[in-house]
């Protein structure tokens, strides 16, 4: 396990800009040592199991077709026609 030192609190302090009494280090020793020790425990655990990075995984399912009113929806559009909504176009069709 790795162990820290009060010098090595210092001068994180020193490189932090934080002014820390010899109490404060103490106490931040032990926070830094449970840290160290908990990261410690968890690569022990990892390389312990057959651990295995997240893997991008498709999940299929089959599709379901609900049925739906559309008229509340195209009852608030400024401007409708055949069911669907008219919108300004964005593209030169001209290319």
């Given amino acids: 396990m790795a162990h820290i030192s009060p010098d090595e609190i210092r001068k994180l302090a020193r490189l932090s800009a934080i002014e820390l009494d010899d109490r404060e280090i103490t106490m931040v020793s032990g926070h830094i040592q449970a840290v160290l020790s908990y990261a410690a425990r968890v690569q022990e655990v990892l390389e312990s199991t057959e651990y295995v990075a997240y893997k ?3 999940i299929t399912r089959d599709d379901q077709t609900v049925a739906c009113n559309p008229e509340p929806l195209l009852s608030q559009a400024p401007e409708v026609q055949d069911n669907f909504f008219v919108v300004p176009a ?3 069709q001209k290319s």
Wanted: avoid cysteine.
């Fill in 56 to 58: 991008n995984t498709n």
């Fill in 90 to 92: 964005i593209i030169d």
